[in-house]
């Protein structure tokens, strides 16, 4: 059985923390002995906390887990509780500056979706992705 884990790391509601959350996921996963999977994680990390803190006004969090199955789980939870907008063929955004992240999720990762929660106090919701250990 894999070791399981989980962390959250709480952010503020600025641009500069999605950098904090892409350092820090590199940082966990290679101190599990993950490398293989931080430019992927990476990635979908800065798209979904990039979009937690554009689209909201409250703070966020980003949370990252292994589960005993050995999936690693990436959330980014924010306070609008309302589902996001359903991802597009990447073949439609590629050239676009915006609306490409749940695209890049949706290609990239083994399963997404998004599920109502609550932290700080608010009403929100995590969207999330896991990604399977090779």
Known sequence: MPETWDY???I???PRAVTVCR???RLILTLHGLTG???TAELLATELVSNAVR???G???LRVRRSPEGMVWIGAWDT???PPDPPRPLEQVIELEEGRGLGLVMACAELWGWQPSARFGD???YVWCELGVA
Do not use: E, F, I
Request: proline share 12%; net charge positive.
């Open 80 to 82: 609008d509780p309302a």
């Open 23 to 25: 350092r820090t996921l």
């Open 59 to 61: 703070p966020a969090a």
């Open 123 to 125: 009403r929100g919701k």
């Open 37 to 39: 999977l931080v430019d």
């Open 8 to 10: 959250t790391l709480y």
């Open 12 to 14: 503020p509601n600025d």
């Open 55 to 57: 689209h909201t006004k």
